[in-house]
């Protein structure tokens, strides 16, 4: 894994997340060095997913609403289907994901988590994947859809399912890298 340490990531979740698409990045950047903040709508627990199983939960750091893009060098969206389903239909979520692609800090989006970049219309133009029943909305946003485990186009990187989460976490340590760390 590239070396990423002091890099400050954020990963934004809400219920329903797929509890590998978040605990796998978060641990392996952790252990890599990164400091990772979990951004969530409010500060309850949140629920993870094993597939349609419930897995474990985990308690966001910080609120949505309070983040500030210029402390952190990536973000990182997990899917499930509820947890980016219901965070394409907050605002404050939108919002950062739109301001983290303009400002271009890596972002990444896995499986169900490419939503928030439609949500955001961020796809345009980009060469991306995600789950197949999210590619539909990706060439809908004028996205390239390929099926491939992970897609780096510009600061967006994208992967389909679990399987991919090794070459997800590699593409996207790689790109944070590439940037820099947030002098703060």
Request: with cysteine; hydrophobic share 45%; proline share 7%.
């Amino acid at each position: 894994m590239p070396a990423i340490t002091n890099s400050r990531i954020l990963i934004i979740a809400t219920d329903g997340f797929e509890q590998s698409e978040l605990f796998d990045p978060r641990d392996a950047l952790i252990a890599a060095g990164a400091s990772v903040t979990l951004a969530s709508p409010d500060l309850d627990p949140i629920q993870g997913m094993k597939h349609d199983e419930k897995g474990d939960t985990i308690t966001p750091d910080i609120r949505l609403d309070a983040v500030r893009i210029e402390g952190y060098d990536g973000l990182i969206l997990p899917g499930g289907v509820a947890n980016p389903d219901t965070l394409r239909t907050n605002a404050a979520a939108v919002s950062l994901v739109r301001a983290f692609v303009t400002t271009g800090k890596p972002v990444a989006a896995i499986c169900h988590g490419p939503w928030l970049l439609v949500e955001a219309d961020v796809v345009n133009g980009r060469t991306v994947t995600g789950w197949p029943s999210v590619r539909t909305d990706l060439r809908n946003a004028g996205g390239n859809v390929v099926d491939h485990a992970v897609v780096v186009d510009g600061n967006i990187i994208t992967s389909r399912k679990p399987d991919d989460i090794p070459a997800f976490i590699e593409a996207f340590s790689k790109a944070v890298a590439e940037a820099g760390t947030v002098t703060a």
